[in-house]
C-alpha cells in the first residue's frame, strides 16, 4: 500500500511559476515508479509528466513547460511559465512502473488545486 499527499496548489498568476509536491509513504518508494495527472473543470483527468529511477516522460504540450523530479522521499513538479489552461486539480500518482502510471495508476493523492489568473 502506498500513501500519497500532494501540496503546493495554490492561486498563481500568468507566467508565474509553482512547485508542488508529493509525499510518498508505505511501500519502498525508490523502486515506485511516481507521476502526475490534471483535471480541468469540466474536463477528462490527463496524464502530465512520470518518473522512474532512471527515465521521465511528459505529456507532448507540457514538455519544456513543466519539469518531474523525486528524491528520496518525495516526488515534485515545477510548473514554469503558467497559463490560465493550466488550472486544474493535480494529482499524484504512484505505480510499478510508468507505462503503469501511463495507462491505469495503483494509487492515486487527493489532489491539490492550482488556479493561473490571467
Known amino acids: 500500500q502506498v500513501q500519497l499527499v500532494e501540496s503546493g496548489g495554490r492561486l498563481v498568476q500568468a507566467g508565474g511559476s509553482l512547485r508542488l509536491s508529493c509525499a510518498a509513504s508505505?511501500?519502498?518508494?525508490?523502486?515506485?515508479?511516481m507521476g502526475w495527472f490534471r483535471q480541468a473543470p469540466g474536463k477528462e483527468r490527463e496524464f502530465v509528466a512520470a518518473i522512474s529511477s532512471w527515465r521521465a516522460v511528459y505529456a507532448d504540450s507540457l514538455k519544456g513547460r513543466f519539469t518531474i523530479s523525486r528524491d528520496s522521499a518525495k516526488v515534485y513538479l515545477q510548473m514554469n511559465s503558467l497559463k490560465p489552461e493550466d488550472t486544474a486539480v493535480y494529482y499524484c500518482a504512484a505505480g510499478s512502473s510508468i507505462p503503469t502510471i501511463q495507462a491505469k495508476p495503483n494509487y492515486w493523492g487527493q489532489g491539490t488545486q492550482v488556479t493561473v489568473s490571467s
Open positions: 508505505g511501500r519502498t518508494f525508490s523502486s515506485t515508479a
